[in-house]
T-cell receptor
Framework: AQTVTQSQPEMSVQEAETVTLSCTYD???????LFWYKQPPSRQMILVIR??????QNATENRFSVNFQKAAKSFSLKISDSQLGDAAMYFC????????????FGAGTRLTVKP | DGGITQSPKYLFRKEGQNVTLSCEQN?????MYWYRQDPGQGLRLIYY???????QKGDIAEGYSVSREKKESFPLTVTSAQKNPTAFYLC????????????FGNGTRLTVT
């Protein structure tokens, strides 16, 4: 079974600085999807960014970008110009193309933003 | 506005009682899901449903039951057989499409004493 590992339980960043959250996954498949979700104190999960494994280009959404290293099975999230509203739990998730209903989540990284 | 509504936000029950968590969506999504979230762990799939009147067990279905009588609704019942029911429960839905992401509700915090 596929597993997703987030090795940083907690991270902190100064407001306006850049932070990178790590995510690795284990799979034997060549085609899959990767996601980053944000869970603020309201506890609703919000999609931050997604990446298709067949695309070499790293996905970008405004201040959020990923570094997708397929061979290394790594999918890190970079947050630029960090804002106070970025403080949240961040979850990395993997989904196979063979079963759209099987999404695997990492344990999460709690990000603190210091003013 | 379209979205997923979970109710109630907080739920308290005595041990030995069954309890049903509500999940309603008006996004016209076919697939719906129930996840459980515990501290220090990622989300774990309890049940999912791809179409009305059909549902499948996830990784931790024991002690839970679901129904899908309407496309918009996917209630989850936590039975007395669930050994550790206290947790945060998230409902999600997903539109058609291979790379479509999950859309989540606000969750229900269940406390059983």
């Amino acid at each position: 079974a596929q597993t997703v590992t987030q090795s940083q339980p907690e991270m902190s960043v100064q407001e306006a600085e850049t932070v990178t959250l790590s995510c690795t996954y284990d799979t034997s498949e060549s085609d899959y999807y990767l996601f980053w979700y944000k869970q603020p104190p309201s506890r609703q999960m919000i999609l931050v960014i997604r990446q298709e494994a067949y695309k070499q280009q790293n996905a970008t959404e405004n201040r959020f970008s990923v570094n997708f290293q397929k061979a290394a099975k790594s999918f890190s999230l970079k947050i630029s110009d960090s804002q106070l509203g970025d403080a949240a739990m961040y979850f990395c998730a993997y989904r196979t193309t063979y079963n759209n209903n099987d999404m695997r989540f990492g344990a999460g990284t709690r990000l603190t933003v210091k003013p | 506005d379209g979205g997923i509504t979970q109710s109630p936000k907080y739920l308290f029950r005595k041990e030995g009682q069954n309890v049903t968590l509500s999940c309603e969506q008006n996004l016209n999504h076919d697939a719906m899901y129930w996840y459980r979230q515990d501290p220090g762990q990622g989300l774990r799939l309890i049940y999912y449903s791809q179409i009305v009147n059909d549902f499948q067990k996830g990784d931790i279905a024991e002690g839970y039951s679901v129904s899908r009588e309407k496309k918009e609704s996917f209630p989850l019942t936590v039975t007395s057989a669930q050994k550790n029911p206290t947790a945060f429960y998230l409902c999600a839905s997903r539109p058609q499409g291979d790379n479509s992401p999950l859309h989540f509700g606000n969750g229900t915090r269940l406390t059983v004493t």
